[in-house]
Antibody, heavy 116, light 107 residues
Framework: EVHLVESGGGLVQPGGSLRLSCAASGVSVSDSYMNWVRQAPGKGLDWVSV???????HHADSVKGRFIISRDNSNNTLHLQMNSLRAEDTAVYHC??????????WGQGTTVTVSS | DIQMTQSPSSLSASVGDRVTITCRAS??????LNWYQQKPGKVPKLLIF???NLQRGVPSRFSGSGSGTDFILTISSLQPEDFATYFCQQSYTTLLTFGPGTRVDMK
C-alpha cells in the first residue's frame, strides 16, 4: 500500500523560508510523477508543483521563482523548498502521486502559516 | 493557464436523487479531465480519470462524460456518503489546474 507523509510545515514570517518533506512508502518517488497541491483554509485545491520520473519539474505561476520541487531518491522523499513566503501561501500542503492522468494517492498534509 | 469553472457552486439534494455537476475548461483539454471527491477534514479522493474512467474501488453510481471543454460528473442515485465537495482538474497541460469545487449537501 502506498503512503505519503508530509512534514516541515509551521509558522513563518512573510519573506521567510520553509522546506517541506514527503516521505513515501510503497512507491518509489523516482518512478512516479509527484506533485505538491495546497489548500488554503476553507478554499479549493491549488496545484503547486510537479516532478516527473525523468526529473523535469514545473511550477505554478504563483510560486515560480520562489518554490523548488526536488526529490531524494536514496531516502525516497519528495521536497518543496519555499522561499520569499507570502501570506497567500498559507495553506495545507499535500504531496500526491500522479498515476496516468490523475492523482491517486494523497498525503494528509502539513500546515504552513505565513504571518507576522 | 487553462481556467476551470464548475456549476453549480453548490447544490442541495436528497438521498436517491440523480445529481449532475458540470465542469468547463477555458480551452480544449481533450479527455484530460479528472474528478475528485473531498469530504470535510479528509483528503481528496480520485473518482474519475481521463473524463470517463472510474478509478478502482469507486462505486458505479459515479460516472463521467464529456470531452473538449465541457464535462459532466453524474451520481445516478445519491447516497448518504456522497455528501461532499467535488472538484474537476485538467491534466492536459503541464501546469495543472483545478475547478473551484461544487458542494453537495443534504436538502
Amino acid at each position: 500500500e502506498v503512503h505519503l507523509v508530509e512534514s516541515g510545515g509551521g509558522l513563518v514570517q512573510p519573506g521567510g523560508s520553509l522546506r517541506l518533506s514527503c516521505a513515501a512508502s510503497g512507491v518509489s518517488v523516482s518512478d512516479s510523477y509527484m506533485n505538491w497541491v495546497r489548500q488554503a483554509p476553507g478554499k479549493g485545491l491549488d496545484w503547486v508543483s510537479v516532478i516527473y520520473a525523468g526529473g523535469t519539474t514545473h511550477h505554478a505561476d504563483s510560486v515560480k521563482g520562489r518554490f523548488i520541487i526536488s526529490r531524494d531518491n536514496s531516502n525516497n522523499t519528495l521536497h518543496l523548498q519555499m522561499n520569499s513566503l507570502r501570506a497567500e501561501d498559507t495553506a495545507v500542503y499535500h504531496c500526491t502521486r500522479g498515476l496516468g492522468d490523475g492523482m491517486d494517492v494523497w498525503g494528509q498534509g502539513t500546515t504552513v502559516t505565513v504571518s507576522s | 493557464d487553462i481556467q476551470m469553472t464548475q456549476s453549480p457552486s453548490s447544490l442541495s439534494a436528497s438521498v436517491g436523487d440523480r445529481v449532475t455537476i458540470t465542469c468547463r475548461a477555458s480551452q480544449s483539454v481533450t479527455s484530460y479531465l479528472n474528478w475528485y471527491q473531498q469530504k470535510p477534514g479528509k483528503v481528496p479522493k480520485l473518482l474519475i480519470f481521463a473524463a470517463t474512467n472510474l478509478q478502482r474501488g469507486v462505486p458505479s453510481r459515479f460516472s463521467g462524460s464529456g470531452s473538449g471543454t465541457d464535462f459532466i460528473l453524474t451520481i445516478s442515485s445519491l447516497q448518504p456518503e456522497d455528501f461532499a465537495t467535488y472538484f474537476c482538474q485538467q491534466s492536459y497541460t503541464t501546469l495543472l489546474t483545478f475547478g473551484p469545487g461544487t458542494r453537495v449537501d443534504m436538502k
